[in-house]
Every structure is written in structure tokens, then in C-alpha cells.
């Protein structure tokens, strides 16, 4: 007869003595990105007591630590494909005046990264989630493929946490690979994933007299050809912002790096430093508009595009992706395009859906093989290198979060394992939250 949950927990717990202090929760959320928020909200709101810890001192995960912008497309043929928490976080950030609706930026949400703290951190403590700021996972127990607890550091030490479900929402499956579910990284053939970019913002610009995106990569070609750019990137790449003068750049590239491994994110951190302070260069000497424009910020980390993505009940291919698969298990939808950044230096191959299509996550892809009471929302769903490309989009890693955090609380109300849970009824509950599955 197999135990209960909370009691295969408890018995992992007598085996850890040595962390002194235990902290108990129902749901333990690993991660604040926008999926590891998305999915505290969603386990808290179903009833659940929630606790989530988050490696820095605010919340948003890429979008404010990687300074990553717009919301790349949560709609299809127009309408939104993408709503529940999604929608609610968009419409708190535009009361504060933080977005650009897609409508002016082609399908694409930009929105103001310190609305994005403010308002998802507001959001967690209005629901009542527990919060654990520079707290990062790095250890995790399982046994009999059930995960007993998970070990965190910060500055006072190390706590063990004990949650009858855990939602990895780390983008690196962190936790899943702390306890030994498999993982696969980059592409089939050779491993290579997508490479890195250090997002930067200039600020001081007059657009009016900005030449167009063709003669700003002419420019670039020509800079290159002497010499003065050194970066494998194909073109520059920036976007609008809330404020008028200030524009986003997402165009460093550094290629061949694995952001798991501490020595390739230094030398990708320093790579990208250099490469910005190039690209400053070259705008203020050679771009009409720039003459007295600054660097306003970098971001405080580099962003990392993929990493682990962990093998799952199923694992959703290119085909998916472009043929607008539907599933039985649907708990999220996405329309976003293959879009993959050479991992090997120059070069983006864009495969588009056909006009108007969007498909179906189903909850398989959630479920992390070998860990029963484990859950992984957002970057690192079960997928190939390809259909990765295109559910690592921020608003489909939320919407993905908030599928896990509600069924995570189903899970542990009903004292069932995720993978045993009724996906019909999991649904209804998406459904009832604002949740477009349709
Ligand atoms: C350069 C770049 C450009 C991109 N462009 C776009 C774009 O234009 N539009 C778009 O929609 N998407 C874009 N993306 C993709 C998108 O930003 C990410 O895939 C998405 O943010 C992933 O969300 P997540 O919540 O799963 O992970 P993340 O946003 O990475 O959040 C993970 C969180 O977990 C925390 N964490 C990690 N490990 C631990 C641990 N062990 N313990 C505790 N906490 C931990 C991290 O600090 C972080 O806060 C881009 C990504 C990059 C890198």
C-alpha cells in the first residue's frame, strides 16, 4: 500500500537532521520569475498555504534581472490566446502608467521593469504568499522518487524546506536536477544552447532624427567591416519603452555558453560588458539621434535563453509548435514563432505558425519523469531544442506557472501525487481563473 504524501515527506525529514531549521509549507514555489509568481498566486488562491523563495532581492526572474522586454505575443488572429494572471499583471502595470499596448509595437507588450517589482510583489503579499527573498535552492533529497525537501542558503545559513509539492520555477530546472529527475540541455545533435544576451538601455535619444532599422544595420555592417564591432550578432536589435528618448537593446551575443556553469557565465557577464561598451560607441559616433545619448542601465545579470529543460509524460516537438497541435491535457496556449538564435554565433531562424493559429501545453509537459510530487512551469518544460524556442516566451512561462500553482493545490488538497490528479477538473479550475484553453 503506498503511504500518503505528507507522511513520505515526513519520512524524508527524519533523514536530514543536520539542517537545523525546518520550514514547513503545503506548496514550495522555487523561483520569482514571472512563472514562479504566476504559480504562487494561482496555489495560494486555491487554498493552498504558499511559500516561495527567490535567489534575488525582488521578483520578475528575467524580466527585471536580465532586463528582458516586451512580452512577446499572447494573442492569435487578434484576440488573446493568454489571460488569467497574465491579463490581471498587465492591467496593474498600465494603471501605473507601465505598458505600451501591443497595438503600437506589433503584437509585442512593452512594459516598465520597476512597475513589473512593484507590482508582482504587491500582488504575492495582498494574496498572502510567504516570501523568501535571497534565499536560493541548492540542494534537494528524494527518495523512492519522492522529494523530501529542499535545502536553501542565504546569509543566515541553511533552512530545509518541506512542501508536499514543489513547483520549479527556477527556468533552469534547478530543482528537478537537484533531485534527479532527468534533464536534457541545447540542441539534439550537439548540445549547443541558445547563446546569451546582456540587455542594456540608452537613454538621451532623439528618435525624431533617428535614420530607419535598415540604415542603423548598414551603419552596423559598415562598423564591423572596419573593425570597431566585434560581436557575431547579424543585426542591432532594440525596442520602444514607456518613455520617450530611452530605447531597449537586446543585440550583445555571446555564443557557446552554458548558463548552468559558474565559469561561463563570468566570462559571458564580461564578454557582454565589452560588447556594450562597443555598441555605445558606435551609436553615439555614428547614428543620427545618438550624438548625446548615454548608457541609462545594464542589467544586473545576463539573460539566459535555455538551459536544462526537463524530460517530462511528454515532450512537445517543432510539429507541435508549427501545426498548431491541440491536446486532450491542454492547460496553456501559445501562437509565438520558432525563434532560435544561432547557438553557434551569427544567424535567428524564425519559423512562424500559419496566420491566425495558436497550440495547446498539455500538463504532461509539466510533469517531470522519476519525481512524483514535482511540478516544472516555464522554461524548462518538457520539449525538444526547437519547440523550446517558442514556449520560452514570457507570457507562456506564466501562464504555464499558473496551471502548476493550480494544480499543485490541487494535488496536495485531494493528498494525491501532480500526476495522478484529474486533468478535467484541473481545467474547470483554469477556466474558472480566467484561464483561455479554448
Ligand atoms: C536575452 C533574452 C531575450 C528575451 N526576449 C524575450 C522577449 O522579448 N519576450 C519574451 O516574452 N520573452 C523573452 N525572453 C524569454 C524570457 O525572458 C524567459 O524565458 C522567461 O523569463 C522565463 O521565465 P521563468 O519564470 O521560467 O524564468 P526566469 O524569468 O529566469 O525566472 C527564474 C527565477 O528563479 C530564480 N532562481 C533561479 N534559480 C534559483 C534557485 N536555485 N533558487 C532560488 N531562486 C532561483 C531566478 O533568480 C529568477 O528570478 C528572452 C530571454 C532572454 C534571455
Redesign the pocket.
Known amino acids: 500500500m503506498s503511504t500518503s504524501v505528507e507522511n513520505r515527506v515526513e519520512v524524508q525529514t527524519e533523514t536530514r537532521k543536520n539542517y537545523q531549521e525546518i520550514i514547513k509549507s503545503t506548496i514550495l514555489i522555487?523561483?520569482?520569475?514571472?512563472?514562479?509568481v504566476a504559480a504562487a498566486l494561482a496555489a495560494r488562491r486555491n487554498g493552498a498555504d504558499v511559500l516561495l523563495?527567490?535567489?534575488?532581492g525582488f521578483?520578475?526572474?528575467?524580466?527585471?534581472?536580465?532586463m528582458?522586454?516586451?512580452?512577446?505575443q499572447y494573442r492569435a488572429d487578434g484576440k488573446p490566446i493568454i489571460a488569467g494572471i497574465l491579463k490581471e499583471i498587465i492591467e496593474a502595470m498600465a494603471a501605473e502608467g507601465g505598458v505600451v499596448w501591443p497595438e503600437a509595437q506589433g503584437g509585442?507588450l512593452i512594459f516598465d521593469p520597476e512597475a513589473m517589482k512593484m507590482v508582482l510583489l504587491e500582488k504575492l503579499q495582498a494574496a498572502g504568499v510567504g516570501i523568501m527573498l535571497h534565499?536560493?535552492?541548492?540542494e534537494a533529497f528524494a527518495n523512492d522518487d519522492v522529494l523530501g525537501g529542499i535545502v536553501?542558503h542565504n546569509k543566515s545559513g541553511r533552512q530545509t524546506i518541506l512542501a508536499q509539492v514543489t513547483v520549479d520555477?527556477?527556468?533552469?530546472a534547478?530543482?528537478a536536477w537537484l533531485a534527479g529527475a532527468p534533464t536534457e540541455k541545447g540542441r539534439e545533435e550537439d548540445g549547443l544552447m541558445q547563446p546569451?544576451?546582456l540587455?542594456f538601455r540608452m537613454a538621451g535619444i532623439d528618435e525624431e532624427r533617428m535614420p530607419s532599422r535598415k540604415e542603423i544595420n548598414r551603419l552596423y555592417d559598415l562598423a564591423k567591416e572596419r573593425g570597431e564591432i566585434n560581436n557575431p550578432r547579424e543585426n542591432v536589435l532594440w525596442?520602444k519603452t514607456t518613455r520617450p528618448g530611452e530605447l531597449h537593446f537586446?543585440t550583445t551575443r555571446v555564443a557557446g555558453i552554458d548558463g548552468t556553469s559558474f565559469m561561463d557565465l563570468t566570462r559571458a557577464e564580461l564578454e557582454s560588458r565589452r560588447q556594450t561598451k562597443e555598441m555605445v560607441a558606435f551609436l553615439r559616433r555614428h547614428v543620427a539621434g545618438f550624438e548625446n545619448a548615454y548608457l541609462l542601465a545594464t542589467a544586473p545579470q545576463?539573460?539566459?535563453?535555455e538551459t536544462r529543460r526537463i524530460t517530462g509524460e511528454y515532450i512537445m516537438t517543432e510539429e507541435d509548435v508549427l501545426e498548431g497541435r491541440q491536446f486532450p491535457d491542454v492547460i496553456a496556449q501559445g501562437s509565438?514563432c520558432i525563434d532560435i538564435h544561432n547557438p553557434a554565433g551569427t544567424g535567428t531562424v524564425i519559423k512562424e505558425l500559419p496566420p491566425g493559429a495558436h497550440y495547446d501545453i498539455p500538463y504532461r509537459c509539466l510533469v517531470p519523469l522519476k519525481i512524483d510530487n514535482l511540478l516544472v512551469?516555464?522554461?524548462?518544460i518538457s520539449t525538444t531544442h526547437a519547440a523550446h524556442s517558442s514556449t520560452?516566451?514570457?507570457?507562456?512561462?506564466?501562464a504555464t506557472?499558473q496551471a502548476a500553482g493550480t494544480a499543485a493545490a490541487m494535488a496536495a488538497h485531494l493528498n494525491k501525487m501532480p500526476r495522478e490528479i484529474n486533468i478535467a477538473a484541473l481545467q474547470q479550475l483554469l477556466r474558472q481563473q480566467g484561464v483561455l484553453l479554448d
Open positions: 522555487v523561483g520569482g520569475g514571472p512563472t514562479g523563495v527567490e535567489h534575488y521578483l520578475g526572474g528575467a524580466a527585471t534581472a536580465a528582458v522586454n516586451p512580452f512577446m509585442a534565499t536560493t535552492a541548492v536553501v520555477a527556477t527556468g533552469d534547478d530543482v546569451v544576451t540587455n525596442f537586446n545576463i539573460g539566459i535563453r509565438y512551469a516555464g522554461r524548462p520560452r516566451i514570457m507570457p507562456i512561462c506564466l506557472g
